[in-house]
Each structure stands twice: as structure tokens, then as C-alpha cells.
């Protein structure tokens, strides 16, 4: 009888199937975003502020869809680690959890300066390039973005990774190609700036898995049961 409570109770407290759409989501979201800033905003970091005449209203959609991107994520974080269960290392998943809340706290400070930038455009469109504030909020938004955050989630895959081989959490294909575009995000970042969508591209892979994989093994679950 015990047993039978402790079986339900634990089913019920366990991370909805829904829940693994959250990391489709926030691919889709950071993906779309910056997406919408990479065709905006000019590579050339000596280009002119032009763009925040003419391109601010596709900024300003990418700006809306990022902090729903970083909730998403939150939740992304939370299905991975129900799915890995009670075999989670704790090295490796602090590793995991603060790469993870860097990331996401660095894309939110580099949101927030872009949002700044296009604050101060429009109440003085004239001095804003000779102010020297362009500059200074375009260089430390691309650093922030290209070379420490999406560093950080190539720390997070990593972590991710090896939590999973150790635990047989998934196959081991899977483990071994996050590995592979970790080393991408750690060493090749520098070369194209568009080679941040890996990470969200692989996030909504991971999800796409984990939600067939849960559909899977619920299903024989529920035939017992019946």
C-alpha cells in the first residue's frame, strides 16, 4: 500500500512531458532574435549608427524576445536535469547550472545595452555617434555576447555532456556531437558571428529528444497501469 502512494505521489510530482517544449521555445525565441539583430546591426565594428535609424523596430522585436527566450531556458534547465534524475553528478551539474545562469545573465546585460543604445538614439539622435557611447555600447554588447556568453554555453554543453555519458542518460552519438559543437562555441566563435545559433539549434534538438524519449517510455508505462 505504501509503495502504491510513493509511486503516485512520485508520478505526479514529476516535470510535466509538456515541460521539454519549453527548450523548443526559447531556441525558437534566441534564435529568432538574434537573427533579427546579426541582419540589423552591421558586422563592420567601424560601420556608422545608420542602422538605428532605419533597422531599430527589428532590434527593438529581437529586445522583446529575448528575456521570454531566458525564461524558456530556465525551464529547459529544469527538464534536462528531472530527465537525468537521482544518477546527476554534483561537480558536473554545479558546472552545469552555473554556466547555464551566466549565460543567460550576460545575454540579458547585452539586451539591456542595446536597449539603452536605441533609448539614448531617440532622445538625441545627433550626439550619439560623437559622444563615443556607439562605440563604447557596441563593442562591449559584441564582446559580451560573442565571446564570454556563448563561451559559457559551450561550458554548459560540455558539463551537459559529460553528466550524460557518465549516467547513460542518452546515447552516446548525441553526447559526442555536443561535445563537438561545444568545441565549436569555445575555439571558432570569433570567425562568424552567426555561428551562435549552434546553441540554440542544439537546445531545441535536445528538447525535441527528450520529449520523444518521455512519450516513449510513458506510453508502456500507462499500458501497465490500465
Keep these: ?91 558536473f551539474s554545479t558546472v552545469f547550472f552555473g554556466s547555464g545562469l551566466l549565460f543567460l545573465a550576460m545575454t540579458f546585460t547585452a539586451a539591456a545595452m542595446a536597449g539603452g543604445m536605441l ?30 556568453a556563448i563561451r559559457m554555453a559551450g561550458v554548459f554543453m560540455i558539463s551537459l555532456s559529460t553528466l550524460w555519458r557518465r549516467t547513460g542518460a542518452v546515447p552516446r552519438v548525441l553526447a559526442l556531437f555536443t561535445y563537438a559543437l561545444a568545441l565549436v562555441l569555445l575555439v571558432s566563435i570569433s570567425f562568424s558571428l552567426w555561428v551562435v545559433l549552434v546553441f540554440p539549434a542544439w537546445v531545441v534538438a535536445v528538447s525535441i529528444y527528450i520529449l520523444v524519449h518521455t512519450m516513449r517510455t510513458s506510453a508502456p508505462a500507462n499500458d501497465a497501469a490500465a
Excluded: C, K, Q
Design 1 to 91: 500500500m505504501t509503495d502504491s502512494i510513493a509511486e503516485v505521489v512520485s508520478r505526479g510530482i514529476r516535470t510535466p512531458r509538456s515541460a521539454a517544449v519549453a527548450g523548443i521555445a526559447f531556441g525558437l525565441l534566441l534564435g529568432s532574435a538574434y537573427t533579427l539583430i546579426r541582419i540589423s546591426i552591421p558586422a563592420d565594428s567601424s560601420a556608422d549608427d545608420s542602422w538605428l535609424a532605419t533597422r531599430h523596430t527589428a532590434v527593438s522585436v529581437a529586445l522583446v524576445l529575448v528575456p521570454f527566450g531566458g525564461i524558456a531556458f530556465l525551464w529547459f534547465i529544469g527538464v534536462v536535469r528531472d530527465h537525468i534524475g537521482a544518477r546527476e553528478d554534483r561537480f
Design 119 to 148: 533609448a539614448a538614439y531617440r532622445v538625441a539622435p545627433e550626439g550619439m555617434a560623437t559622444s563615443g557611447l556607439y562605440s563604447f555600447g557596441r563593442d562591449t554588447m559584441f564582446r559580451i555576447t560573442n565571446i564570454y
